[in-house]
Each structure stands twice: as C-alpha cells, then as structure tokens.
C-alpha cells in the first residue's frame, strides 16, 4: 500500500481540507474582502504591523541581550526585564492584532504558504521558550539575577528567543514575496 | 534640484554590477529586504528605548548617558546595514524609486533624522543634566522621524 493511500495520509488530507475550506471562507466574509480590497486599510494595517514588531522585537532583543550577558549587564536581570516588559507587551499586542487582520484579509493565501508556517512555528517555539523560562529557568532567578554572565541555561533562553524572532521575521517578510 | 543632480547617481547605480547582480537573482531583493528589517529592528528598538528614557517613562534609575552607551553600538549596527541593503535595493530598480514620492518623502526622513541623530540626538543621550523639555523633544523628534522613514518605506511597495 502506498503511503499517499495511508490512514495518516487520509487524516492529514481531510484537516488539510477542512482547514482550507475555513481560511477561504474567511477572506471571503465582508470584513475580509473590505481589508483587502481597499485603498488604504491594507497598506495602513500592514505599516501598523511592521512598526509594532520592530517596537516589541527590538524591547524584548534588550531583554535577551542581557538573558546573554552581553549587554546591561551592570543591571539586574529583573531590573531590565522591568524596564522593558509593559513596552514589549503593548508593542506586541499591536503586532498581534494588525497580524490577526491581515491574515483575516488573505487567509486563503497565507494558510498554504510555507513561510506562513514556518513564521507559525517559530511563534510557537517563541512562546514555548517563554513559558519553559518562566516556569522553569526563573525559579533560581534571585541566584542569578544580578549576574554579569548568568549560567549556561539563561543564556540559551535568550539565545533561542532571539533565534525565534529572527525566523519570525525573516519568514513573515519572505511570506509576502511568496503570496 | 537635489532630484535632478541625483539622477546620474541612480542611472550609475542601475547599471553598476551590484545592481545588476541583484535585479538578475531571484531571491536576492527578497533576502536583502529581510537584512534591512534587521537593520530597522535594531534602529528603530534602541531608538524606542531611549525615547521611552528620556521622557522618564523606564529605567528611570539608569543613567541617560549609561543606555546611550548600551545602546549606541546596536543603533550603529543597524543604522549601517539599513543604508546597506537600501543601497543595493535601490541599484536594482531604480527608476522605481526615483520615480515614487514615496521614496523621497522617506529620504527627507531619513536624512533629517540622520543628521538629528548624530547632532542634537547624540548630545542629549550623552549627558545626564539635561532637561525634561528638551529631553521629551529629542524622543519625540527621534521617533517622528525613524517611525516615519520605516511607514514611508513601507508604503512604496503599496502605491
């Protein structure tokens, strides 16, 4: 049997349709064609988006550099984290909500794309990162906090959050010359 | 006038070998326009921060000359390789851009905030006696200025 004819291959396929037939759907509802066939909401929208990452990845790529011991590092860890979290929070609530509305208007184009995966994934992983570091690594936090170099395990959470964002970026970008 | 001496500039550049190169890849503009958003990140996150300092609304107890010190590499990085990759995407196709208002709006931009950056930009983020009034001015200014460049940038792919 082939594996094109596999039960897996067949469950992919009907999610795979299923998920499709959704997205188009929805860049066909009214607030999606409004967005898409405009002159000025589109380019308006998508401006809003680049701004809002370049405000939210630039404050958290702070907050990395010192996770590395790279930079700040006269600083607390908590005191750059301080510094920055309502910033980087707002700038990515923005990025979030244009993101959202621009995938609203072209659903049925980014759902097959690979880049849109690829810029999917490395939003998960991101959020993993966050969530294994904040459970995890900041336990010990008060041991480290004030560290010129934190251990190895710190530094890798900035490391791979930084790795993140780039192939967040890097792929959202390519999205577009790919549509 | 500026429009009309620069002219030969971008004829030269449309037929230098750089331009030529990159209008005959494929995926060159598209990779060259991914290292200018790292550019703009860079920029545009260290200009954020200062702005955000020097009107007191974080790290109020860092010192404005001791951020600037942080930061000012990062911006430099950034700042170098946005006029980098522009440059090359700019000798690709040409006429398009001296064609689009679009693009000389973000010029005015830039260079205004260009030179504001390493004028009144660099003395103020240098000394820590300096003034509300004037502080919040330079974060305003510095911010109209680098979040215009990036939202006049952006609109040439559009119109």
């Known amino acids: 049997m082939l594996f094109a004819d596999s039960s897996v291959m067949q469950f992919y396929e009907s999610v795979n349709s299923y998920l499709l037939d959704k997205c188009v759907a929805l860049a066909n509802t009214a607030g999606g064609t409004f967005i898409r066939e405009s002159t000025w909401q589109f380019p308006v929208i998508e401006g809003v988006h680049v701004m809002s990452i370049a405000m939210s990845v630039g404050m958290i790529l702070w907050f990395d550099l010192r996770l590395l011991g790279v930079s700040m590092t006269s600083r607390r860890v908590s005191q750059v984290f301080n510094g920055v979290y309502w910033w980087m929070v707002g700038g990515f609530t923005a990025a979030v909500i244009s993101g959202l509305l621009l995938f609203w208007a072209e659903a049925d184009r980014a759902y097959p794309n690979l880049f849109a995966r690829i810029k999917l994934a490395g939003l998960l992983l991101a959020g993993l990162n966050i969530l294994y570091f904040h459970l995890s690594t900041q336990r010990t936090q008060p041991q480290w906090d004030s560290d010129p170099k934190p251990p190895f395990r710190v530094r890798m959470a900035g490391f791979l959050s930084i790795t993140c964002w780039v192939v967040v970026v890097a792929a959202g970008r390519l999205m577009a010359y790919t549509f | ?159």
């Open chain 2, 1 to 159: 006038m500026i429009k009309q001496a620069l002219l030969p500039l971008f004829t030269w550049l449309g037929h230098s070998a750089l331009g030529q190169a990159v209008a005959d890849s494929k995926y060159a503009f598209a990779i060259i326009e991914v290292f200018h958003l790292f550019g703009i990140i860079l920029l545009l996150g260290s200009a954020s921060l200062m702005a955000l300092r020097l009107v007191g609304l974080t790290m109020r107890d860092v010192k404005v000359s001791e951020l600037s010190r942080q930061l000012r590499w990062y911006s430099l990085v950034g700042l170098l390789t946005m006029i980098t990759t522009g440059v090359m995407m700019v000798s690709s196709i040409p006429n398009k851009y001296y064609l689009s208002n679009l693009f000389w709006w973000k010029m005015g931009f830039f260079w205004t905030g260009f030179v504001f950056h390493f004028t009144i930009y660099r003395k103020v983020t240098r000394s820590d006696r300096i003034g509300l009034a004037l502080g919040a001015f330079t974060a305003i200014v510095v911010v109209v200025l680098w979040y215009g460049t990036g939202a006049f940038g952006r609109a040439i792919g559009f119109f």
